[in-house]
């Protein structure tokens, strides 16, 4: 369910607040299969609204949104200055690179051609932190990042040991020229007012 209600506001799993059996874990959680269909000739970003119905006629889902501070990273420009490499929009293949990312197993790693806001997102999910990017740089980038597993929130599979390497602070500030600074900032976080464990019958 929280896998649900995270898709279905373009947010975190942490950033939900609920009844107890949404976090009953992988083996314990309820997990239910979802069939739907966007009609013909909606567009993709009609699926988000279209899911948040679902969730409110199947399971009578109610709820209400807080901000709430929170530790963070706030994600700065290091004072060497940026070393990110803009994405060359003629280059070949980069079209279908676009917003495209690989994530490591044994090693966490993020590469793709993406914004920064991108970048954060994907970030926040491998750490398990909110983080806000604070750079001003707008552009799409190549982004090649690898570093060591080191921090809460990113325990490796099956208890995989990675190889010796840089912390994702050093790696973000050798590698990119950016900075990851703690801070403790307002995250809005979706509060369950009311949601069945049961969904309606088809």
Same mark, same amino acid.
């Given at each position: 369910?929280? $896998?649900?209600?995270?898709?279905?506001?373009?947010?975190?799993?942490?950033?939900?607040?609920?009844? @107890?059996?949404?976090?009953? %874990?992988?083996?314990?959680?309820?997990? =239910?299969?979802?069939?739907?269909? !966007?009609?013909? %000739?909606?567009?993709?970003?009609?699926?988000? #609204?279209?899911?948040?119905?679902?969730?409110?006629?199947?399971?009578?889902?109610?709820?209400?949104?807080?901000?709430? $501070?929170? #530790?963070?990273?706030? !994600?700065? $420009?290091?004072?060497? %200055?940026?070393? !990110?490499?803009? +994405?060359? /929009?003629?280059?070949?293949?980069?079209?279908?690179?676009?917003?495209?990312?690989? =994530?490591?197993?044994? +090693? /966490?790693?993020?590469?793709? &051609?993406?914004?920064?806001?991108?970048?954060?997102?994907?970030?926040?999910?491998?750490? @398990?932190?909110?983080?806000?990017?604070?750079?001003?740089?707008?552009? +799409?980038?190549?982004?090649?990042? +690898?570093?060591?597993?080191?921090?809460?929130?990113?325990?490796?599979?099956? %208890?995989?040991?990675?190889?010796?390497?840089?912390?994702? =602070?050093?790696?973000?500030?050798? &590698?990119?020229?950016?900075?990851?600074?703690?801070?403790? !900032?307002? $995250?809005?976080?979706?509060?369950?007012?009311?949601?069945?464990?049961?969904? &309606?019958?088809?």
């Amino acid at each position: 369910m929280k $896998v649900l209600l995270a898709e279905a506001f373009s947010i975190k799993a942490d950033q939900i607040l609920g009844p @107890g059996w949404l976090d009953g %874990g992988r083996m314990l959680a309820d997990c =239910f299969t979802v069939l739907a269909k !966007l009609p013909d %000739g909606a567009a993709s970003t009609q699926l988000r #609204p279209m899911l948040q119905n679902l969730l409110a006629e199947r399971f009578k889902l109610r709820f209400h949104k807080e901000t709430r $501070v929170r #530790p963070s990273y706030l !994600l700065t $420009v290091d004072k060497g %200055g940026s070393k !990110l490499r803009q +994405t060359d /929009p003629d280059a070949p293949g980069v079209r279908a690179r676009v917003g495209q990312v690989a =994530f490591g197993f044994t +090693t /966490p790693l993020i590469k793709g &051609s993406m914004t920064l806001a991108v970048f954060s997102r994907l970030l926040s999910q491998r750490l @398990g932190s909110p983080i806000q990017d604070s750079t001003d740089l707008n552009g +799409t980038y190549d982004i090649d990042l +690898t570093w060591t597993a080191d921090q809460p929130g990113e325990a490796l599979p099956w %208890g995989a040991a990675a190889d010796p390497g840089a912390s994702v =602070f050093t790696a973000i500030r050798e &590698s990119l020229g950016l900075k990851l600074e703690p801070r403790k !900032l307002p $995250v809005e976080m979706l509060i369950i007012d009311h949601i069945d464990r049961t969904p &309606s019958a088809n």
